[in-house]
């Protein structure tokens, strides 16, 4: 099993940056990709952006490509994502997630850390 701990949520203006970050500890090793997702206030949960754990590759989605950036620390076994120029639309809760080897998907999951952007 792995355990996530996300952090850095909080409340900013429009156009501020947050920082938000993953902690994943116990069985790590077999891990695949981490990612962080989103869920709106009724709305469904979505990718927003991941790194394969092998080489690094990114993925984001359209809707922040250009405004977040995915980074990590390996020998923290810790991924970050950087928002910046917040828009109210990016309030949401935020949700950290790893696939491990041989799952179809993401199954790992954080407890979530909110972000509000206020106009």
């Known amino acids: 099993q792995v355990q996530l701990a996300e952090s850095g949520g909080g409340s900013v203006q429009a156009g501020g940056s947050l920082r938000l970050s993953c902690a994943a500890s116990?069985?790590?090793?077999?891990?695949?990709?981490m990612g962080w997702f989103r869920q709106a206030p009724g709305k469904e949960r979505e990718f927003v952006a991941s790194?394969?754990?092998?080489?690094?590759?990114?993925y984001y989605a359209d809707s922040i490509k250009d405004r977040f950036t995915i980074s990590r620390d390996i020998r923290k076994n810790t991924i970050y994502l950087q928002m910046n120029r917040l828009k109210p639309e990016d309030t949401a809760d935020y949700y950290c997630?790893?696939?491990?080897?041989?799952?179809?998907?993401?199954?790992?999951w954080g407890q979530g850390t909110q972000v509000t952007v206020n106009s």
């Open positions: 997630a790893t696939q491990t080897v041989g799952a179809h998907d993401y199954n790992n």
């Open positions: 116990g069985r790590t090793i077999y891990t695949v990709a």
């Open positions: 790194m394969r754990w092998a080489n690094g590759d990114t």
